[in-house]
């Protein structure tokens, strides 16, 4: 099947894009790395009568501190991220995260942006914008507007996003120095959707005990989860054994992940918990 016939727009500032979807009367679609889009297009699950290409866009791009936070813009591709020093330093769970990101081809072309407004509920980097209490930058052709990322995910490939709007940025608080963070996930092969994957960004006193901890998980829900009975376990605690169990045993108040042929439901809740004592174990010592 091929793409029914479209316009094509390529705009150099984000007023002119916003600009063009709303003279298309919302029969539009954006488009930077289409690494979504385009076998949607392909297999006509989408048939948007303009697209515009936000690539071009020097405003959307970019990797910088700004004040406080690390400031991605949303047409950033994936390999930026991972080659990013300033990534490495001021926001290491994105660093680890990203090597798992599907493969070398779509890291190369899909975005930071896209991946966070397609919202797929076993990709990597919505989970870990919620980790990293995220903040989206969305502007729409009336105002811009700054969303937090546990607010952002509402349920399946469904976003705060309204019609016409567009993801600018993605600002990620600094990383402060007794930041420790782990990041894995469990998958058939590496580059495929993961069964469950998890990502933890915790900071650990000099006494080694938990002074903050968030921990997310994907591919066990609609949405990217919070951990937040886990997490409430282990704060003001150290990291022992007993503490990461007792952490792995609260999951059940957490998660309730659905079953599919391949994974059953108690298999994934099983893996769940799998992992999160391996990432916490990580977490004992500083890297």
Do not use: W
């Given at each position: ?7 094509y ?12 979807y709303?003279g298309?009367?919302?029969?539009a ?7 979504s ?11 948007p ?8 866009i020097?405003?959307?791009h970019g990797?910088?501190?700004v004040?406080?936070?690390?400031r991605?813009?949303a ?9 990013s020093d300033?990534v ?10 990203a090597p ?5 081809a ?5 975005t930071?942006?896209g ?11 919505p989970?870990m914008a919620?980790a ?7 502007a729409?052709?009336?105002e811009r ?7 952002f ?14 993801i ?17 996930e ?7 959707y993961?069964?469950?994957?998890c ?5 650990i006193?000099?006494?080694?005990r938990v002074?903050?901890?968030r921990?997310?998980f ?7 989860v919070r ?11 150290p990291?022992t054994l007993?503490?990461i ?8 108040a957490d998660?309730?992940?659905s079953?599919?042929e391949?994974?059953?439901a ?22």
């Amino acid at each position: 099947m091929k793409a029914k016939a479209f316009d094509y727009i390529r705009p150099l500032s984000v007023d002119e894009a916003l600009l063009a979807y709303q003279g298309a009367e919302s029969d539009a679609c954006y488009i930077a790395g289409g690494q979504s889009l385009v076998p949607s297009l392909a297999l006509r699950l989408q048939a948007p009568g303009l697209l515009v290409d936000i690539a071009r866009i020097d405003e959307l791009h970019g990797i910088a501190v700004v004040g406080d936070y690390l400031r991605i813009g949303a047409t950033t591709r994936h390999c930026e991220i991972l080659s990013s020093d300033l990534v490495r330093r001021h926001a290491p769970l994105l660093a680890e995260a990203a090597p798992f990101v599907a493969h070398p081809a779509i890291r190369n072309k899909g975005t930071f942006g896209g991946s966070l407004a397609l919202a797929d509920p076993a990709s990597e980097f919505p989970a870990m914008a919620l980790a990293l209490d995220a903040v989206i930058e969305i502007a729409s052709a009336d105002e811009r507007r700054k969303v937090e990322a546990a607010d952002f995910f509402l349920d399946l490939y469904e976003t705060a996003l309204q019609p016409g709007e567009l993801i600018i940025a993605v600002h990620v608080p600094l990383a402060a120095p007794a930041t420790r963070c782990a990041f894995d996930e469990l998958a058939r092969r590496r580059g495929d959707y993961a069964i469950v994957g998890c990502g933890v960004n915790a900071q650990i006193d000099e006494d080694g005990r938990v002074e903050k901890m968030r921990i997310a998980f994907f591919s066990v829900a609609s949405t990217p989860v919070r951990a937040r009975t886990a997490e409430a376990t282990l704060l003001g605690n150290p990291l022992t054994l007993g503490s990461i169990r007792q952490a792995q045993e609260a999951l059940a108040a957490d998660l309730d992940p659905s079953g599919d042929e391949q994974t059953p439901a108690e298999m994934r809740m099983h893996l769940a918990r799998v992992l999160l004592g391996r990432l916490l174990g990580r977490l004992e010592e500083p890297a």
